[in-house]
């Protein structure tokens, strides 16, 4: 019988164990990048950054970045030369939201993403843990530097530093 109750607690253990598990991970956020064309700047901008947008109008996937550097050079050298210029997302979301997806490599072992499907963003938008917000933009002025990386500012966004390490965009008329 002490055996039967022994076993019992362990079992019992082992369940809150497993779902102190699983609550922590369904609240563990990560921080993704993504670079955007113009137009689907815009529409995340004005549906206050709710409900995330392919990477360009009519894309069939959203890519989405895991160092917030690929997104800029990507914005860079993607969207900007198709447009003149690009924006780049910022995403908190919740760890568990991605799940159904896998993380790829892309050209190289560190050049990582996610690529999520175009049908998938308004039911992934749900796992957010704030709006995404656009924090910066490239244009084609903005030059390449070995020592500072891309910079940050265009038209389509004036920033501001905030305080610490945060960047505010604001709307300009062109957009």
């Given at each position: 019988m002490a055996w039967?109750?022994?076993?019992?607690?362990?079992?019992?253990?082992?369940?809150?164990?497993?779902?102190?598990t699983i609550a922590m991970q369904a609240h563990s956020v990560i921080k993704l990048w993504q670079?955007?064309?113009?137009?689907s700047a815009q529409t995340l901008m004005q549906n206050k950054g709710v409900c995330l947008q392919p990477s360009s109008n009519?894309?069939?996937f959203a890519l989405l970045k895991l160092t917030r550097g690929q997104a800029f050079y990507?914005?860079?050298?993607?969207?900007?030369?198709y447009f003149g210029?690009?924006?780049v997302v910022e995403i908190l979301m919740y760890r568990a939201a991605l799940t159904p997806f896998d993380v790829e490599t892309v050209a190289y072992d560190a050049h990582l993403e996610y690529r999520i499907p175009a049908l998938d963003l308004p039911r992934l938008s749900?796992?957010?843990?704030?709006s995404a917000r656009v924090i910066g933009s490239v244009g084609g002025s903005t030059q390449l530097s070995g020592?500072?990386?891309?910079?940050?500012?265009?038209?389509?966004?004036?920033?501001?530093?905030?305080?610490g390490s945060t960047v505010q965009a604001e709307l300009l008329p062109n957009l």
């Open positions: 039967v109750a022994t076993k019992l607690r362990e079992i019992k253990r082992s369940i809150v164990t497993s779902e102190k670079a955007v064309s113009p137009p009519g894309d069939q990507a914005a860079k050298a993607v969207w900007a030369r210029q690009a924006a749900l796992g957010q843990v704030r020592s500072r990386g891309l910079t940050e500012q265009t038209s389509i966004a004036r920033l501001g530093r905030g305080l």
